[in-house]
């Protein structure tokens, strides 16, 4: 299915964001977003996925300081990809109502993930 290659390219192992991840994701957006897509659901625990993945952040504090430059690109990409994901917000508040429930708790997961982030910002 095209949509795991997408998703190994963009968040290997269902955990690492690529340079490429925040690019991708207006596309896997606009796939979760159109009824004649059979993938919908999928797509939307892609996006889970990439706007939990913070494989690099981690990686870089274990490093600990004297090792965060290594990381610094990495960590880049994951933030662009979070905004990224962060920012197709009203396209899944418009897929929790609909009647695939499948899709419908996928977005309210992907939901409850900006909503918890958001939570433990403050």
């Given at each position: 299915?095209?949509?795991?290659?997408?998703?190994?390219?963009?968040?290997?192992?269902?955990?690492?964001?690529?340079?490429?991840?925040?690019?991708?994701?207006?596309?896997?957006?606009?796939?979760?977003?159109?009824?004649?897509?059979?993938?919908?659901?999928?797509?939307?625990?892609?996006?889970?996925?990439?706007?939990?993945?913070?494989?690099?952040?981690?990686?870089?504090?274990?490093?600990?300081?004297?090792?965060?430059?290594?990381?610094?690109?990495?960590?880049?990409?994951?933030?662009?990809?979070?905004?990224?994901?962060?920012?197709?917000r009203h396209v899944v508040e418009g897929l929790v109502l609909?009647?695939?429930?499948?899709?419908?708790?996928?977005?309210?997961?992907?939901?409850?993930?900006?909503?918890?982030?958001?939570?433990?910002?403050?």
């Amino acid at each position: 299915m095209a949509l795991d290659e997408i998703g190994d390219r963009t968040c290997s192992l269902g955990f690492v964001v690529s340079e490429a991840t925040a690019l991708t994701v207006s596309f896997i957006l606009e796939l979760a977003d159109s009824p004649q897509v059979k993938c919908r659901s999928e797509a939307l625990e892609l996006l889970l996925n990439i706007y939990t993945a913070e494989q690099w952040g981690s990686a870089a504090e274990a490093a600990g300081p004297e090792c965060k430059e290594n990381y610094e690109s990495q960590i880049d990409w994951e933030s662009k990809a979070h905004a990224a994901v962060l920012s197709g917000r009203h396209v899944v508040e418009g897929l929790v109502l609909c009647s695939d429930e499948a899709l419908a708790e996928a977005a309210r997961a992907l939901l409850n993930a900006f909503d918890g982030r958001a939570e433990g910002a403050r």
